[in-house]
């Protein structure tokens, strides 16, 4: 049976070595001499550890900074963390809490003390984790079923609304990307991938109320009179109470974040929104970010009553709170998004469905499962067995290993060097980088991978890459790998990519 992994990290080798001594017999030991060598150790190995010892007081980089990081990268939520130090102020201790430790112990250290503490922490996150997991898998599941019903009412507000039809594929897309760019940057909110896919999907029935306009103010072409706008702003309050009155439904997820979304997506930062004149954070982040979402996208399309501004002009106008205040962090994040957010809304509309959808399928894939160590040692051995069969069978060209748990694209380094990609790459569906550098053959190749069954588990697809910084028509040979339990389970991919010759022969 595997150990859990613990990391210790103190500067003093004494204070490791006792800890060692009373945890080595049940656990798999790391040790750190300071904060920089505990975040490298926590960049390649984070997702395999279960616990941290953590000393506050260590020279450069202290324990609050290593808590200051995890928070950032949102390692905190996974893997927890005890302090131990000989400081007992109330305020040195109070602000570790405050920075997600999750126990406090005091030196000099009891063997008993310590082990009941690692013991009774690793299986607290182990059972959240389980809950979060089983959670997570049920808002996909139901969020899945929804798009269809939310697409269909969402269409007839844009026809009744006389708008293009990609009004609302632009909020899911803009939502999404603002929610990845604050994940990114913050773990304020708490958000998790379930939350973004969630609440990107609710996003489409933001001015279901609109339906409740009369025709003639929706779509008059000039400027509104204060009585007509007064009836334009009833529509968040009443497509709130639409979806309220779906009493069988009112507690789902989907419906209740829309509900949320519906009401106070005119709400504003600094209380002048309406219809509750809501002030900073008591508006709930999914209609901050939908708020966002509807101004950029109303500023960047045209409408009956006006032309279409420039990204530049409309985030001028924006910042310049012409349109309204907004969450500081929300706006960094849309400034942070560059040129990327005006570049995806002007793809081909066919295009920006199949991201949409592409986005939705590759949460299916970074869905953590809670399994049995022996079930997760079965899987991890029939994977190494499966690659290694393949790398033995197949030879040439750039390989690759797709491994679904943890999540990582792992290449040779020559490979990785020709691609200009990294060596290893955690979470890669969801790494922004490497889909720029893979651009539409990444896309291809989920779409392709996703097609497979353990019966007919390979497949080729052709496309273009830049290797050695040219771009060249290539061909990708992939084997998908399954578990050989009586429900196959997906469990990576591996295979090879070569440049294809005027020729038709393959060259790497």
């Known amino acids: 049976m595997n150990k859990h992994k613990i990391l210790l990290v103190d500067d003093s080798s004494m204070n490791r070595a006792i800890l060692a001594g009373m945890l080595e017999d049940g656990y798999e030991l790391l040790e750190a001499e300071d904060g920089f060598q505990a975040i490298d150790i926590l960049e390649r190995q984070v997702h395999d550890i279960s616990l941290i010892l953590l000393d506050i007081v260590m020279p450069g980089c202290d324990g609050y900074g290593v ?86 009412l969402s269409q007839v507000v844009e026809f009744r609304n006389q708008e293009s039809g990609l009004h609302v594929l632009h909020i899911n897309l803009i939502t999404e990307m603002l929610l990845r760019q604050l994940m990114k940057k913050t773990g304020r909110y708490g958000l998790k991938p379930s939350d973004v896919q969630l609440i990107s999907t609710a996003s489409s029935l933001h001015d279901i109320g609109k339906i409740t306009v009369p025709d003639a103010i929706l779509n008059k072409p000039g400027r509104l009179t204060p009585e007509e706008f007064e009836v334009i702003k009833t529509h968040s309050a009443e497509g709130a109470g639409m979806l309220e009155r779906l009493s069988d439904y009112r507690n789902d997820p989907v419906i209740s974040t829309a509900r949320d979304i519906c009401r106070w997506h005119h709400e504003r930062y600094d209380g002048k ?37 420039s ?29 990327q957010l005006p570049r995806t809304l002007k793809e081909d509309p066919a295009e920006l469905k199949e991201r949409r959808e592409l986005m939705q399928l590759t949460e299916g894939f970074s869905q953590h499962e809670v399994l049995e160590t022996s079930t997760q040692l079965m899987r991890q051995l029939q994977f190494e067995k499966a690659r290694a069969d393949y790398f033995e069978k197949t030879a040439g060209g750039h390989t690759f290993v797709f491994k679904r ?13 020709r691609l200009g990609v990294k060596e290893v790459t955690p979470d890669p569906l969801y790494n922004e980088a490497l889909r720029e550098t893979l651009g539409r053959f990444m896309t291809d190749w989920i779409w392709k991978q996703r097609a497979t069954t353990p019966e007919a588990p390979d497949f080729t697809l052709d496309g273009r890459l830049c290797i050695d910084g040219r771009d060249a028509a290539c061909r990708c040979v992939c084997h998908v790998i399954w578990s050989d339990e009586d429900v196959p389970k997906y469990l990576g991919a591996v295979g090879s990519v070569k440049k294809l010759e005027n020729t038709g022969r393959t060259d790497g």
């Open 273 to 309: 929104g309406y219809p509750d004149g809501l002030v900073g954070d008591a508006i709930p982040i999914s209609a901050q970010v939908v708020s966002l979402a509807d101004v950029y996208d109303a500023l960047t399309s045209a409408r009956c009553y006006k032309k279409a501004f």
């Open 405 to 417: 748990e943890p999540p990582a694209l792992v290449l040779p380094p020559e490979s990785a060097s």
């Open 311 to 339: 990204h530049e002009r409309a985030l001028e106008m924006i910042l310049d709170g012409q349109c309204g205040t907004f969450n500081p962090l929300l706006l960094e994040c849309l400034l942070e998004l560059g040129d």
């Open 67 to 152: 808590l200051s990081h995890m928070k950032q990268r949102r390692w905190i939520d996974d893997v927890p963390v005890i302090v131990i130090s000989a400081e007992s102020s109330p305020d040195f201790i109070n602000r570790a809490y405050d920075m997600g430790a999750a126990d406090y112990i005091g030196r000099p250290f009891e063997a008993y003390v310590v082990q009941r503490r690692v013991q009774n922490t690793i299986a607290l996150y182990e059972k959240q984790k389980k809950l979060a997991a089983i959670v997570a898998n049920e808002i996909f599941e139901r969020t899945r079923g929804y798009d269809r019903m939310v697409a269909l």
